[in-house]
Nanobody
Framework: QVQLVESGGGLVQPGGSLRLSCAASGNVSSINVMTWYRQTPGQERESVAVLVNGGMRNFADSVKGRFTISRDNAKKSVYLEMGSLKPEDTAVYYC??????????????WGQGTQVTVSS
């Protein structure tokens, strides 16, 4: 079983920065795709940033140039660096990881979500 634990959300003023972290634990052998999503009440969960094994990254148009995604293989973690934050970035942010377990089976796991509020 694979668990993801997120941290780093909070309240920040417009123009500020936050760093979200997502750490995987359990029977993780390898990680292939790491994605950050966000969701606001009444809206669909949307992909914000994707990092694929091998280094390819993709970002939603709304965050390009402001957000970056990175990973630490040793810590089995993925990070979302958010800069120049806007009130419309306010949402619950979720990490999602796809990979292979130590048993050789694919897994797909979600973090618990962390609230990011951008407000003065």
């Amino acid at each position: 079983q694979v668990q993801l634990v997120e941290s780093g959300g909070g309240l920040v003023q417009p123009g500020g920065s936050l760093r979200l972290s997502c750490a995987a634990s359990g029977n993780v052998s390898s990680i292939n795709v790491m994605t950050w999503y966000r969701q606001t009440p009444g809206q669909e969960r949307e992909s914000v940033a994707v990092l694929v094994n091998g280094g390819m990254r993709n970002f939603a148009d709304s965050v390009k140039g402001r957000f970056t995604i990175s990973r630490d293989n040793a810590k089995k973690s993925v990070y979302l660096e958010m800069g120049s934050l806007k009130p419309e970035d306010t949402a619950v942010y979720y990490c999602h990881i796809q990979g292979i377990t130590t048993w050789g089976r694919p897994f797909s796991a979600w973090g618990q979500g962390t609230q990011v509020t951008v407000s003065s």
